[in-house]
């Protein structure tokens, strides 16, 4: 038997001009809708709507990405040892070059200390996808960087 699943609404801010909204419905079975409201009952999700949405918004940002040149923002992670050989200035070095480079910006940063010998750093980033990943990628392949991962989220 086939369910029915009706994306509803979403609410909107007083005084903000709100998108037009098109309730569709979604057919799928038993089987599939029961793994489905598993697995977002374990996220935390409060109805379908809420969650078909989110996936929505995950595939179209996920889809933008695969173009080097769409518009992103980035948060690199990165553990290192602060007594690597100049990596700490290097890295600081490569925040100056790029915080006043028109297409690509270093937007924040943050450090932390974790114990006597690794740091923590997130290089916040927004610019093309493209220029993104080739800084992050220069960033985490420098000599002392334990680990790192970069996130970039369309913008
Ligand atoms: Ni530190």
Redesign the pocket.
Known sequence: MDHYIVLTPQSSIKGTKMNRVERIGVSLDKKLLTKFDKLIGEQGYQSRSEAIRDLVRRQLSAERLRHPKSKAVAAVFLVYD?HSTKL?EKLIDLQHMHILASSLQVISSL????DEH????VIVLRGRVGEINKVAESILSMKGVKLGRINVVAS
Do not use: A, D, K, M
């Open positions: 602060h700490t450090h932390v200390h974790l690794n740091c923590l750093e």
